[in-house]
């Protein structure tokens, strides 16, 4: 799969795709979208990325271990339930808030933090199956 | 429409279970594979399936303004297509892995936890 | 915005509106807690020296977080918590009972003990990939399926359970390793889509996923319904992860693969997952198709106790030689449950408290006996008696708490089973009881009689000494395990009681009812 135009291609195609994938992210809110779409679309950027100029540079870019964004998103997730102990309310309830930064309104929540800690979950793990299945190929 | 979708998840179920009865490990997962969808489709069906729009409420309403079609089953089914997603890619790289590593794809021969003829026990000192 | 008013609705009638309490936390922080411990350890993978330390710690808070849950639910009765404050049935439950509780204690108890055993078993290419997270990871998992109110909710914590356990399971990549995890997911996934299967046919039947709401709905549907084959669906997906002859035959391909204190843990834990299903959805949610099914669960029992004890005597390796006793006994906790009175259900409780604990300990002792004989079959290892005296005596202690001889845990939940069995009337459903503790008797007996007391052949000093002083941690974990055992031998009333408290209510579930649904059902 080492064709010139797809290596080309490729790295402009993936980072479109994790832009797309924030904005798919951030679209849940209040529309069809949401952290897993998300990141099940930045997890296939990071594939392609892998299928065109291999695993390693992958890995080298994302930085993190994908198991370790995956835990993360599991933290942040799990985190936002607790925000609710101090308002007295039960586990994972939903808590808005919306205050002004710069002028702007920024319409914050607890299911906002869980929504990305998801999208985290999603692109570590299926990443990181990916990134396996790709360095398997090869042997 | 939920007579059609019963005879489709009746037809994935044939088709499922005849591929599970191979003893081909990858004939195996794209047995179970198929019988996830079907499970979801039949999840879809139990739901009953009527021809209305996505279950979003408008922005300034607290209800749907008209009857919506029903969110629950499909909130059931992503949750599968995820967990059985997640599974199938676990089982395809356990199969490639045991491919590789055990020479075969065939279970009969897969004996290395449980090897053939071990004998019985010491049925004394 | 103009809101017409005939689309505003008044939420507050679907809503938990009350504040609640701190001391309410207690129901979810026996999962969240382990679910936030192993997203650290996740976080910080290549700092491989924390992640033991980090996991006991979690592992013994998620330990206080169960005591506190279980005092509570005995002092006050069954707590519920609503997930994001939608009033159940739209809202996700937790509903802690008396039987969620004690399972949820032992099998917190268990893992704790295992995470220690495992900063001896567990090198560092283990920890690096992922040992303690999946530790965690699968604790949440089971105390979820004990605590959760919701069958769905329930299948996706057994699908959290599964996936760690994978994970723990193909931890090294060995080919045994992999040959056995092929079976157990091939098998477990499967399993798991039966259940799900009959969850979608309940839903269609019902509308509903809430175990308490079901339980409220099922006597209006049964004329109409397909409950029975919903029910046995149930039976047949819950069997195959509980291990019930003819569905037990992954146990034993597997269960001897992966490192021992994964065997360990899965041997104690898992399979109770199971047994802990069956018996709620067959006592709460189809009470009535249970006493259909009961004569087909009694056969099931029977066989599965026989027979699985009857693999054991005939393997060398003892690893397998345990994992059939785990399976034989999973053939006693389900005779409980096919007699289906209180004391039965008692017996199967204590049975499955005694059984977390003892099949755990099993599996270690066959591990520091491996550390000690240096072999896992019969016919090579011996002589440890005179080597190793101490882990002799701990040994026969096992050896006489898993046949269920006095004066260890085994011996109270097999008489309150047997009496309960003639009570019913069902002799041979007695007979099998005692017939398959005899069988574990000789077949434990004889591992004891040939790993410890035969002399080794070359007849020189055992395995050395310096194993001995190696094998010092894993004797304090061992006793550590040992100590409930005794205890609850030699005073069995307080866990007794606690037992019966949990059978009454699976015979009589409406507190448990009462609890989710205040106001009544349909409320």
């Given at each position: 799969m080492r064709t010139v135009i797809f290596r080309t291609s490729a790295p402009y195609l993936t980072s479109l795709m994790v832009l797309f994938s924030v904005f798919v992210l951030l679209r849940g809110h209040n529309e069809?979208?949401?952290?897993?779409?998300?990141?099940?679309?930045?997890?296939?950027?990071?594939?392609?990325?892998?299928?065109?100029?291999?695993?390693?540079?992958?890995?080298?870019?994302?930085?993190?271990?994908?198991?370790?964004?995956?835990?993360?998103?599991?933290?942040?997730?799990?985190?936002?339930?607790?925000?609710?102990?101090?308002?007295?309310?039960?586990?994972?309830?939903?808590?808005?808030?919306?205050?002004?930064?710069?002028?702007?309104?920024?319409?914050?929540?607890?299911?906002?933090?869980?929504?990305?800690?998801?999208?985290?979950?999603?692109v570590g793990s299926v990443t990181s199956i990916a990134l396996a299945l790709e360095e398997r190929e090869r042997l | 429409m939920e007579t059609a979708l019963s005879g489709l998840v009746g037809l994935f179920y044939a088709v499922a279970i005849y591929l599970m009865l191979s003893k081909h490990t990858i004939r195996m997962i794209l047995g179970i594979v198929i019988l996830g969808n079907a499970v979801n489709m039949t999840i879809f069906a139990a739901g009953r399936v009527l021809r209305e729009v996505p279950p979003i409420i408008p922005a300034g309403f607290d209800t749907p303004p008209e009857s919506v079609a029903n969110p629950l089953p499909q909130a059931l089914v992503l949750t599968a297509i995820v967990i059985s997603f997640s599974f199938f890619a676990f089982l395809l790289v356990l199969a490639y892995r045991a491919y590789q590593e055990l020479g075969t794809d065939d279970t009969d021969e897969m004996r290395v936890a449980e090897p053939d003829g071990e004998g019985p026990p010491p049925m004394g000192y | 915005m103009a809101v017409s008013s005939a689309n505003?609705?008044?939420?507050?009638?679907?809503?938990?509106?009350?504040?609640?309490?701190?001391?309410?936390?207690?129901?979810?922080?026996?999962?969240?807690?382990?679910?936030?411990?192993?997203?650290?350890?996740?976080?910080?993978?290549?700092?491989?020296?924390?992640?033991?330390?980090?996991?006991?710690?979690?592992?013994?808070?998620?330990?206080?977080?169960?005591?506190?849950?279980?005092?509570?639910?005995?002092?006050?009765?069954?707590?519920?918590?609503?997930?994001?404050?939608?009033?159940?049935?739209?809202?996700?439950?937790?509903?802690?009972?008396?039987?969620?509780?004690?399972?949820?204690?032992?099998?917190?108890?268990?893992?704790?003990?295992?995470?220690?055993?495992?900063?001896?078993?567990?090198?560092?290419?283990?920890?690096?990939?992922?040992?303690?997270?999946?530790?965690?990871?699968?604790?949440?998992?089971?105390?979820?399926?004990?605590?959760?109110?919701?069958?769905?909710?329930?299948?996706?914590?057994?699908?959290?359970?599964?996936?760690?356990?994978?994970?723990?399971?193909?931890?090294?990549?060995?080919?045994?390793?992999?040959?056995?995890?092929?079976?157990?997911?091939?098998?477990?996934?499967?399993?798991?889509?039966?259940?799900?299967?009959?969850t979608g046919a309940l839903y269609g039947t019902l509308g509903t996923l809430n175990m308490a709401d079901i339980a409220n709905k099922v006597g209006a549907a049964r004329e109409t319904g397909p409950l029975m084959t919903i029910a046995t669906l149930l039976l047949l997906a819950f069997g195959m992860k509980a291990a019930a002859f003819p569905l037990n035959f992954w146990l034993p391909a597997s269960y001897h693969t992966p490192r021992i204190v994964t065997s360990a843990l899965f041997g104690g834990l898992l399979t109770k997952v199971g047994i802990y299903a069956l018996l709620r959805s067959m006592m709460v949610l189809f009470p009535l198709e249970r006493v259909v099914l009961s004569d087909l669960i009694a056969w099931v029992a029977g066989a599965t106790m026989?027979?699985?004890?009857?693999?054991?005597?005939?393997?060398?390796?003892?690893?397998?030689?345990?994992?059939?006793?785990v399976v034989s006994g999973i053939g006693v906790m389900l005779a409980g449950l096919a007699l289906g009175s209180p004391l039965g259900l008692a017996g199967t409780v204590l049975y499955a408290v005694h059984s977390i604990l003892i099949m755990t300990a099993l599996y270690l002792l066959v591990g520091l006996m491996y550390e000690a004989g240096g072999s896992y079959s019969l016919h090579d290892i011996a002589g440890l008696y005179r080597a190793h005296p101490l882990l002799a005596a701990i040994a026969f202690a096992l050896v006489l708490a898993a046949a269920g001889l006095p004066p260890l845990s085994g011996l109270w939940p097999k008489v309150v089973l047997v009496k309960a069995s003639l009570?019913?009337?069902?002799?041979?459903?007695?007979?099998?009881?005692?017939?398959?503790?005899?069988?574990?008797?000789?077949?434990?007996?004889?591992?004891?009689?040939?790993?410890?007391?035969?002399?080794?052949?070359?007849?020189?000093?055992?395995?050395?000494?310096?194993?001995?002083?190696?094998?010092?941690?894993?004797?304090?974990?061992?006793?550590?395990?040992?100590?409930?055992?005794?205890?609850?031998?030699?005073?069995?009333?307080?866990?007794?009681?606690?037992?019966?408290?949990?059978?009454?209510?699976?015979?009589?579930?409406?507190?448990?009812?009462?609890?989710?649904?205040?106001?009544?059902?349909?409320?």
């Open positions: 069809p979208g949401g952290g897993f779409i998300g990141g099940l679309i930045a997890a296939s950027a990071f594939a392609i990325y892998g299928i065109a100029c291999g695993v390693s540079p992958v890995r080298r870019a994302l930085y993190f271990h994908p198991m370790a964004l995956s835990g993360f998103g599991l933290f942040l997730a799990a985190l936002s339930g607790f925000a609710s102990l101090f308002f007295g309310v039960p586990f994972l309830t939903g808590l808005w808030t919306s205050p002004e930064i710069l002028g702007v309104t920024v319409d914050l929540s607890t299911v906002l933090f869980f929504d990305i800690g998801v999208y985290f979950v999603v | - | 505003t609705v008044d939420l507050g009638a679907a809503m938990v509106t009350a504040p609640t309490a701190l001391a309410d936390w207690v129901v979810i922080l026996p999962v969240a807690l382990p679910i936030l411990g192993g997203a650290i350890l996740l976080m910080v993978r290549h700092q491989v020296r924390l992640h033991a330390w980090m996991a006991v710690v979690v592992a013994a808070a998620t330990l206080a977080a169960t005591t506190a849950l279980l005092v509570r639910v005995i002092a006050e009765g069954a707590l519920v918590m609503t997930m994001g404050r939608w009033l159940p049935p739209f809202g996700i439950s937790f509903n802690a009972d008396a039987l969620g509780a004690t399972f949820a204690l032992t099998a917190t108890f268990v893992t704790l003990v295992g995470a220690l055993f495992a900063i001896r078993d567990i090198d560092a290419t283990g920890r690096r990939y992922g040992f303690y997270p999946f530790l965690l990871l699968m604790l949440a998992g089971v105390n979820g399926s004990f605590l959760t109110g919701d069958l769905f909710n329930l299948y996706v914590w057994f699908e959290v359970f599964v996936i760690s356990s994978f994970g723990l399971l193909v931890l090294g990549s060995e080919q045994r390793q992999i040959d056995g995890a092929s079976k157990y997911a091939v098998l477990n996934l499967v399993a798991t889509t039966v259940f799900l299967i009959a026989v027979l699985g004890i009857m693999g054991a005597l005939a393997q060398s390796d003892l690893r397998r030689i345990v994992g059939f006793v009570d019913a009337g069902m002799w041979w459903l007695a007979i099998a009881i005692l017939v398959s503790g005899i069988l574990t008797t000789i077949a434990l007996a004889r591992v004891f009689a040939l790993a410890f007391w035969r002399d080794r052949p070359d007849a020189g000093p055992a395995a050395g000494d310096g194993a001995a002083a190696q094998l010092g941690g894993g004797y304090a974990i061992l006793a550590g395990l040992l100590v409930p055992a005794i205890w609850i031998g030699i005073y069995p009333e307080p866990v007794l009681q606690l037992a019966q408290l949990a059978a009454a209510g699976l015979s009589d579930p409406s507190a448990y009812l009462e609890a989710v649904f205040p106001l009544g059902p349909g409320s």
